[in-house]
């Protein structure tokens, strides 16, 4: 089955630590996408990427890095920057050559927790 | 600039019919899309409009009036699994998807 995932599904960090987070899709889906989400809060953009190795900033990416080596894979690495990373952090995909450019799959997302 | 416009939460009784409205501001429009998400889940797509009027997909409905800059969808036969955050999403003109904090719908039995 084609699909997005993410792993850990909860991770745990000390405060100062950067992590990465794992996005990995299927299904062969040129553009992909971090968001964040806080508890009763819509989705923020924080990075996107519409072909290998190139991506853009999205409305909140200070504090945050990400790569896309492979069309299947777009890491977010957390820094020690961000000044308040505990979060659940979405990761979506989306085919902007298909009828359904306007359809983003997201993963089951990773829930950040900075001690 | 951009801003969207939907009501925080809205109760509804189980078998009834409920409607979420959606006004927005984007810079460029291609479509407006709705997403669904249960607590603790990630999104999933509902619908997407492109041009006026109605979509239907079984028990939920989505409509798009372009020159309003508005749209909702209509969900009927509410379920009690349809308990959860509804996100209308519009795309702009670098097929963006807007998001906003969402509506809570809460159903009573």
């Known amino acids: 089955d084609g699909g997005i995932t993410q792993s850990p599904k909860y991770l745990f960090r000390k405060e100062g630590q950067n992590v990465t987070l794992s996005c990995e899709q299927n299904?062969?889906?040129?553009?992909m996408y971090w968001y964040r989400q806080d508890p009763g809060q819509g989705l923020r953009l924080i990075y996107y990427?519409?072909?290998?190795?190139?991506?853009q900033k999205g409305d909140i990416a200070e504090g945050y890095s990400v790569s896309r080596e492979k069309k299947e894979s777009f890491p977010l690495t957390v820094t020690s920057a961000q000044k308040n990373p505990t979060a659940f952090y979405l990761c979506a995909s989306s085919d902007l050559q298909g009828a359904r450019v306007n359809e983003q799959f997201f993963g089951p997302g990773t829930r950040l927790t900075v001690l | 600039g951009q801003s969207l416009e939907q009501p925080s939460e809205v109760t509804a009784v189980e078998g009834a019919i409920v409607q979420i409205n959606c006004t927005y501001q984007t810079s460029g429009f291609y479509g407006l899309s709705w997403y669904q998400q249960h607590d603790g889940g990630a999104p999933t797509f509902l619908s997407y409009?492109?041009l006026d009027g109605l979509e239907e997909t079984g028990r939920f409905s989505s409509f798009l009036s372009r020159s309003d800059s508005y749209g909702y969808l209509l969900l009927q036969e509410l379920q009690m699994k349809d308990s959860a955050s509804y996100f209308c999403?519009?795309?702009?003109?670098?097929?963006?998807?807007?998001w906003g904090a969402g509506t809570k719908l809460i159903i009573k039995p």
């Open positions: 999403a519009p795309m702009d003109s670098n097929y963006q998807l807007i």
């Open positions: 409009n492109a």
């Open positions: 299904l062969n889906h040129d553009a």
């Open positions: 990427s519409q072909i290998v190795n190139d991506f």
